[in-house]
């Protein structure tokens, strides 16, 4: 009797479920790969980024087309929880917090769907970028950025500068556009009806181990350490790389003079992996290579000079100026570049930076305290002039770009110096810090050797090297540089376009670096932690080894142990040249002194204090969820076998005897 109950309840159950599963699996359960996540990074006392609950986030898809969609997911819709995806155009940080205030939202996908051409603006950083940094930064906490703010206030402004609550990912991909899409007006509408049906829906992981602040997760970090090594999160960093023109001597030179040419190494962006910091970062960078490499040729005729010049490219500068901080740091120690070899402050006679330079007529200074009269802008000036580049002054005694020479004058303000960049009183470019700050924003073709055109950014960027690079000598030398001397426009291509095209590039090749492009196809400037060098770092490296590397006569295994008794040089084999290189390219560490000093409180804001959090898997899979009326069913169907189990398992102990006759049984329970 009771068998064929159970059997019943057992076919019951077994019936309509596999009915009901079949449905679901035939119709999908999958992974949406090409998606990137927004992560979570810390300062000294808060958390900034998106995270997911431990095991992600489940939610109803809903397309939102206009804001009639928006606001019918915030009003009272029929589902518990909905994942969002929109448009670039309602992805405003003003909608963002209205569902991140809301308790039915439980993620965001943002699907870029216009053509790349028809975006015009997106910037998800700050107004004021670095604002607590800097001057801005104790002791001197001047606000740099009044009246009008450097980063053009938008509806996207300030997104990266915030926690949400929600996880939050990119997606360009048509294919899975079309699969989110497809998937939402087959199972999702009408809305109306949504409880009586299977529903599409996403889930979302992108679980972030680090929370509340770098104080806190660090703290955590140590505490695991001794039971089990568990890190939270970690500091942001990575490498400052530097080469001066004429190597530093052995011997110290405490009263040289020296010009920095500086520029930045890193950008950001609101999207793990998808940094490609053109404008803000690519065109000074290159640049600065440019000059430098000019420089170095034309100095490497003349042995006497009045003052060296040491070009540096700054990393982390985008999470108060990591980088530079660190050199300022080590400089006040005397530890900069060689604790036998320092360069303090005071030997700093002029500090130029390369800030955002597009392709422009009129590049604009900023400089703090205005040297009417320096004779280095004057002649900088005239011979811009002479390629149809004009140099205005965009400078206010109040207002001052962020930038690493930010760093110097927080500590010394009687630094002279100048930032050219290819914006006045705001920035320009309106993809600051942000995905699309691609070569289009910059717009860059890649020749691959047929002609470059004169008004192209090539020519502007080697134009504009080649001014630097006679004013520069003209300040090393007291002498006037060989007129005939210029920037090579076909080496600026093709360094172009490998930092802001693809690493698979003919000057990556020629400077002996190979890229695993399965893994690295362009480069991306987000600074990363400091574990892995990124692969901005690395080409720098090679570039200025290339660029800046003196041929010498030896084999390949005289090369390698080669030292130079009277410099800090460093020789290298080339395996494309088949020679040996020596070069006083070196790189000292970007991170932050809030991570060296073993007592410094993370709070403080005095330095750096940026980690990022560690997660362990992050994905979206797309699935179709049972409807509301079959999952009550499956509730109550298990209810019943269950109560059903316990009453059939109670009648059949209280008949066993009748029902299974074990004789031995029950003469054993008799003695
Ligand atoms: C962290 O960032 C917040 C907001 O940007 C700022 O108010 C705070 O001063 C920062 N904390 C530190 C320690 O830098
Ligand atoms: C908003 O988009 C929906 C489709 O998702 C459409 O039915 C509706 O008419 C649109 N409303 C407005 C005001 O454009
Ligand atoms: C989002 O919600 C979380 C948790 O409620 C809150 O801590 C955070 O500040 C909110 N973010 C914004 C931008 O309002
Ligand atoms: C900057 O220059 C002023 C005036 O020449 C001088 O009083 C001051 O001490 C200098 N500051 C530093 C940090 O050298
Ligand atoms: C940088 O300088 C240090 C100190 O002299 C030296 O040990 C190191 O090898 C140098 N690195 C390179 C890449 O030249």
Known sequence: MANVILFIACCFVGLCTAEETKNVHDKMYMMLEATTPCVLRLNGSQSFG??????????????????????????SPPMDSYILALNLDMFSFENLKKLNDSDRISGVLLMQKMPRKDIVKFSPEDTCPNRYSGLAGPPKRKNTCEPVPWNPKTIYSSISMYKWKMPIFFTKDNATITKVEECYSRFNVPLETQLERSLCALKMSAHMFGSVDSTTCIRRSNMAYSINPIRFCDPLGDDNVWAPVVPFSRTPEPNRKYIIVAARLDSNSLFYGLTPGALSTATSLVTLLSTAHLLFQLTSSSPTIKQNVLFILFNGEAYDYIGSSRVVYDMNLGQFPFPEHPIRLENISLFVELSQLRNDKSVMYHTLKSPATSNFLTDFTSKAATFGITINDASSNSHFPPASFQSFLAKNENISGFVFGSYGSQFTNRFYHSLYDDAA??????????????????????????????????????????????ADRRLVDEMLHCYVDSTDCKFANDSDYSVDLRHYPQLDYYVGVRRSLSQVT?????????????????????????????????????????????????????????????????????????????????????????????????????NVVLVTSFVAIYWIKRNSRELFNYPHLMTASNI
């Open 441 to 486: 924003n910059v717009n860059y073709t890649y020749t691959d050797n047929s002609t470059i055109a004169d008004d192209s950014l090539q020519a502007f960027v080697a134009n504009f090297s080649t001014a630097l690079a006679r004013s520069l000598y003209r300040q090393m030398t007291e002498k006037e540089a060989d007129g005939s001397s210029v």
């Open 538 to 638: 690395l080409l720098t490296r090679h570039a200025l080894v290339h660029l800046l590397g003196r041929s010498v006569n030896a084999s390949k295994d005289e090369c390698t142990n080669r030292v130079n008794p009277s410099q800090y040089t460093h020789s290298y084999w080339s395996d494309v040249g088949n020679r040996c290189l020596e070069s006083a390219m070196n790189a000292t560490d970007a991170v932050s002194p809030a991570f060296i000093q073993a007592d410094y409180d993370l709070a403080a804001g005095v330095y750096s204090s940026w980690t990022e959090s560690v997660w362990q898997n992050i994905d979206v899979r797309i699935f179709v969820q049972p409807s509301p009326g079959y999952e009550r069913l499956v509730f109550v169907v298990g």
């Open 50 to 75: 998106c995270t997911s609950s431990r095991n992600g986030n489940v939610g109803v898809i809903h397309l939102v087309h206009n804001s009639t969609d928006f606001d019918w997911v915030l009003g």
